[in-house]
Protein backbone atom coordinates (compact mmCIF):
# COMPACT_ATOMS: atom_id res chain seq x y z
CA UNK A 1 0.00 0.00 0.00
CA UNK A 2 1.35 3.28 -1.17
CA UNK A 3 0.52 5.98 1.95
CA UNK A 4 0.67 9.37 0.76
CA UNK A 5 1.23 11.63 3.62
CA UNK A 6 -0.65 15.29 4.04
CA UNK A 7 -3.62 14.59 1.88
CA UNK A 8 -6.20 15.03 4.86
CA UNK A 9 -5.64 15.79 8.82
CA UNK A 10 -3.16 13.01 10.62
CA UNK A 11 -4.21 9.49 9.22
CA UNK A 12 -3.51 5.87 10.14
CA UNK A 13 -2.02 3.24 7.42
CA UNK A 14 -2.21 -0.06 7.82
CA UNK A 15 0.76 0.04 10.12
CA UNK A 16 -1.18 1.66 12.26
CA UNK A 17 1.29 4.48 12.54
CA UNK A 18 -0.03 8.01 12.37
CA UNK A 19 1.42 10.29 10.13
CA UNK A 20 1.34 14.22 9.83
CA UNK A 21 1.24 16.57 7.05
CA UNK A 22 4.17 17.45 5.18
CA UNK A 23 4.28 21.22 6.54
CA UNK A 24 3.86 19.80 10.46
CA UNK A 25 6.63 16.44 8.96
CA UNK A 26 8.72 19.35 8.38
CA UNK A 27 8.30 21.87 11.43
CA UNK A 28 8.39 19.06 14.20
CA UNK A 29 11.26 16.44 12.36
CA UNK A 30 14.09 15.99 14.68
CA UNK A 31 17.54 13.84 14.27
CA UNK A 32 16.92 10.29 15.95
CA UNK A 33 20.28 8.99 17.01
CA UNK A 34 19.25 6.24 19.50
CA UNK A 35 16.40 3.35 18.09
CA UNK A 36 14.27 0.41 20.74
CA UNK A 37 16.43 -2.36 17.63
CA UNK A 38 12.07 -3.29 17.35
CA UNK A 39 11.45 -3.96 13.59
CA UNK A 40 9.71 -2.26 11.10
CA UNK A 41 7.47 -3.50 8.38
CA UNK A 42 8.14 -4.15 4.37
CA UNK A 43 5.00 -1.50 3.87
CA UNK A 44 6.76 1.05 5.97
CA UNK A 45 10.40 0.39 4.25
CA UNK A 46 8.85 0.66 0.64
CA UNK A 47 6.52 3.72 1.27
CA UNK A 48 10.26 5.11 2.76
CA UNK A 49 11.89 3.93 -0.96
CA UNK A 50 8.56 4.98 -2.82
CA UNK A 51 8.99 8.55 -1.10
CA UNK A 52 12.75 8.90 -2.15
CA UNK A 53 12.14 8.02 -5.64
CA UNK A 54 9.32 10.89 -5.82
CA UNK A 55 12.27 13.48 -5.44
CA UNK A 56 13.09 15.89 -7.82
CA UNK A 57 16.27 15.29 -9.96
CA UNK A 58 17.88 17.32 -12.35
CA UNK A 59 15.91 16.95 -16.13
CA UNK A 60 14.47 13.56 -13.69
CA UNK A 61 17.66 12.14 -14.27
CA UNK A 62 17.20 9.72 -11.25
CA UNK A 63 20.55 9.28 -10.62
CA UNK A 64 20.11 7.04 -7.44
CA UNK A 65 20.20 3.88 -5.95
CA UNK A 66 19.11 2.88 -2.33
CA UNK A 67 21.07 -0.11 -0.69
CA UNK A 68 18.68 -0.58 2.35
CA UNK A 69 20.83 -2.90 5.54
CA UNK A 70 18.85 -4.90 7.68
CA UNK A 71 21.08 -7.58 8.78
CA UNK A 72 21.69 -6.66 12.49
CA UNK A 73 25.72 -8.36 12.21
CA UNK A 74 26.22 -5.51 9.06
CA UNK A 75 24.58 -3.05 11.48
CA UNK A 76 26.67 -3.61 13.62
CA UNK A 77 30.15 -3.58 10.88
CA UNK A 78 29.00 -0.31 9.84
CA UNK A 79 28.63 1.01 13.54
CA UNK A 80 32.06 0.31 14.34
CA UNK A 81 33.66 1.07 11.08
CA UNK A 82 31.98 4.35 10.80
CA UNK A 83 30.67 5.11 14.77
CA UNK A 84 29.05 8.43 13.61
CA UNK A 85 26.86 6.73 11.49
CA UNK A 86 25.02 5.39 14.61
CA UNK A 87 23.88 2.11 13.21
CA UNK A 88 25.54 0.87 16.29
CA UNK A 89 22.68 2.48 18.41
CA UNK A 90 19.64 -0.14 17.26
CA UNK A 91 18.40 1.09 14.07
CA UNK A 92 15.75 -1.66 12.80
CA UNK A 93 17.79 -0.98 9.36
CA UNK A 94 19.52 1.81 7.44
CA UNK A 95 18.87 2.97 3.84
CA UNK A 96 22.53 4.19 2.16
CA UNK A 97 21.34 6.61 -0.95
CA UNK A 98 23.95 6.75 -3.38
CA UNK A 99 24.15 8.19 -6.41
CA UNK A 100 24.58 6.00 -9.69
CA UNK A 101 27.52 7.69 -11.90
CA UNK A 102 25.90 5.67 -14.95
CA UNK A 103 22.46 7.82 -14.40
CA UNK A 104 24.51 10.98 -13.64
CA UNK A 105 24.19 14.08 -16.46
CA UNK A 106 26.96 14.14 -18.86
CA UNK A 107 27.08 17.83 -18.57
CA UNK A 108 26.94 18.04 -15.07
CA UNK A 109 27.77 15.22 -12.81
CA UNK A 110 27.99 16.51 -10.12
CA UNK A 111 24.16 17.43 -9.83
CA UNK A 112 23.71 13.91 -8.26
CA UNK A 113 24.20 15.09 -5.05
CA UNK A 114 21.83 17.52 -5.19
CA UNK A 115 19.06 14.74 -6.28
CA UNK A 116 20.12 12.40 -4.27
CA UNK A 117 20.43 14.47 -1.21
CA UNK A 118 16.55 15.30 -1.82
CA UNK A 119 16.03 11.57 -1.95
CA UNK A 120 17.26 11.60 1.56
CA UNK A 121 15.36 14.39 2.68
CA UNK A 122 11.97 12.84 1.49
CA UNK A 123 13.55 9.44 3.65
CA UNK A 124 13.61 11.45 6.84
CA UNK A 125 10.33 13.29 6.24
CA UNK A 126 8.35 10.36 5.12
CA UNK A 127 10.07 8.48 8.74
CA UNK A 128 9.38 11.45 10.57
CA UNK A 129 5.73 11.38 9.42
CA UNK A 130 4.96 7.49 10.21
CA UNK A 131 6.63 7.92 13.83
CA UNK A 132 9.91 6.55 12.92
CA UNK A 133 12.65 7.79 13.64
CA UNK A 134 15.81 8.53 10.95
CA UNK A 135 18.71 10.55 10.77
CA UNK A 136 21.05 11.66 8.19
CA UNK A 137 25.18 10.75 8.72
CA UNK A 138 27.13 12.32 5.69
CA UNK A 139 29.96 10.06 3.99
CA UNK A 140 30.40 12.28 1.05
CA UNK A 141 32.54 13.82 0.27
CA UNK A 142 34.89 12.31 2.88
CA UNK A 143 36.06 9.97 -0.06
CA UNK A 144 37.94 7.22 2.86
CA UNK A 145 34.37 6.75 3.97
CA UNK A 146 33.09 6.61 0.54
CA UNK A 147 35.86 3.82 -0.07
CA UNK A 148 34.80 1.83 3.68
CA UNK A 149 30.87 1.88 2.73
CA UNK A 150 31.97 0.94 -0.88
CA UNK A 151 33.66 -1.96 0.47
CA UNK A 152 31.41 -2.73 3.55
CA UNK A 153 28.37 -3.38 1.02
CA UNK A 154 30.15 -4.39 -2.58
CA UNK A 155 28.74 -1.47 -4.15
CA UNK A 156 30.14 -1.45 -7.52
CA UNK A 157 32.59 1.59 -8.61
CA UNK A 158 30.01 4.05 -10.13
CA UNK A 159 27.70 3.87 -7.01
CA UNK A 160 29.07 6.42 -4.86
CA UNK A 161 27.49 6.50 -0.96
CA UNK A 162 26.00 9.76 -0.86
CA UNK A 163 25.12 9.17 3.22
CA UNK A 164 23.47 6.40 5.72
CA UNK A 165 19.98 7.14 6.92
CA UNK A 166 19.59 4.37 10.17
CA UNK A 167 15.96 4.15 10.88
CA UNK A 168 13.92 2.93 13.89
CA UNK A 169 11.92 2.99 16.60
CA UNK A 170 12.61 6.33 18.27
CA UNK A 171 14.23 5.15 21.90
CA UNK A 172 14.19 9.03 22.67
CA UNK A 173 12.32 12.04 21.89
CA UNK A 174 14.88 15.17 20.91
CA UNK A 175 13.12 18.46 21.50
CA UNK A 176 12.26 20.08 18.40
CA UNK A 177 14.19 22.88 17.70
CA UNK A 178 13.53 26.51 15.85
CA UNK A 179 15.60 27.45 13.35
CA UNK A 180 13.81 30.03 12.21
CA UNK A 181 16.61 33.17 11.48
CA UNK A 182 15.27 36.33 9.49
CA UNK A 183 18.74 37.03 9.17
CA UNK A 184 19.18 34.23 6.96
CA UNK A 185 16.47 35.93 4.91
CA UNK A 186 16.94 38.90 1.51
CA UNK A 187 14.95 39.71 -0.82
CA UNK A 188 16.36 41.08 -4.40
CA UNK A 189 19.55 41.63 -3.40
CA UNK A 190 21.98 41.10 -0.49
Not at 101 to 124: H, Y
Request: hydrophobic fraction near 40%; include cysteine.
Amino acid sequence: MLLLMGCNSPSTNDDNMKTITPIESIMTRVSVRQFTGDSISSNQLDTLLRCAMAAPSAMNSQPWAFVVVDDPELLATIGEALPYSRCGNHPACAIIPCGDMTKALKQSPDFWINDVSAATQNILLAAHAMGLGAVWTGIHPNMSYVALVQELLDLPEHIIPLCIVPIGVPAESPEVKDKWNEDNVHYNQW
